[in-house]
């Protein structure tokens, strides 16, 4: 039962040109979402949020996109660097409270690749 | 000054042994967090501390047990290993269940 689904295992982008993740979700009671980046042998490390309130939030050069209806979610890096080159996962989490409190759920990843 | 710290980064093991992973986070949060990394690269969470009350508990088998002396302190026993708990465990802290921030893994291979 993937509630959290990254279709997409690899993408591999130009240096200056932009990088789309994306990411599709089943549950509807997800309503914040969280894109993370994570380097070999590191553990993720947050990028940027979005909450359902919102249908786009932005920081420096990446941009998360929130389509309720859909419920689909994509980031956008622009413009892509050599550095960018990670794995990013998507994740969602129910409204906090209860025992849901602060559970994340994660999509498989996405394998950024950006050649200079 | 590392944030959230685990240890130990490899531990390698026999079956039916137990073993034990530390986690520690200096970030003063409240909440903390097990996740096990399967061979699919599948994040999931394990278990949820919050001011050392236990909050999530995922279908774990009952050979995990998690323990918390203090709010800062978060570590995961196992008993009895098995071949498939072979896999990467990610601790994580968040200040009240928003953001979290991950230590950077331990890999436990179980021979």
């Known amino acids: 039962d993937q509630q959290v689904k990254q279709n997409s295992p690899s993408l591999s982008v130009q240096e200056g040109r932009i990088s789309i993740l994306n990411c599709d979700y089943t549950?509807?009671?997800?309503?914040?979402f969280l894109w993370y980046k994570k380097y070999p042998a590191e553990g993720p490390t947050f990028l940027i949020s979005i909450s359902s309130i919102k249908d786009k939030n932005e920081d420096g050069r990446f941009t998360v996109f929130l389509n309720k209806s859909a419920k689909h979610l994509s980031l956008h890096i622009v413009p892509s660097q050599p550095g960018d080159s990670a794995v990013y996962f998507c994740a969602a989490s129910p409204n906090a409270g209860g025992t849901s409190y602060g559970k994340l759920t994660f999509g498989q990843g996405t394998i950024l690749t950006v050649h200079p | 000054d590392t944030a959230v710290s685990q240890t130990p980064k490899y531990l390698v093991t026999q079956m039916g042994n137990d073993k034990s992973i530390k986690c520690e986070q200096n970030?003063?949060?409240?909440?903390m967090y097990w996740y096990k990394q399967d061979s699919k690269k599948f994040l999931k969470i394990m278990f949820s501390?919050?001011?050392?009350?236990?909050?999530i508990n995922e279908t774990v088998p009952n050979r995990f047990s998690p323990k918390s002396p203090d709010k800062a302190h978060l570590n995961l026993h196992i008993n009895s290993l098995e071949l498939g708990d072979s896999a990467v465990y990610f601790c994580?802290?968040?200040?009240?269940?928003?953001?979290?921030?991950f230590g950077p893994g331990t890999r436990l291979t179980v021979l």
């Open positions: 549950n509807s009671m997800f309503d914040y």
């Open positions: 970030l003063g949060h409240d909440t």
């Open positions: 501390y919050n001011n050392k009350e236990l909050i």
């Open positions: 994580a802290s968040s200040p009240r269940g928003t953001k979290q921030f």
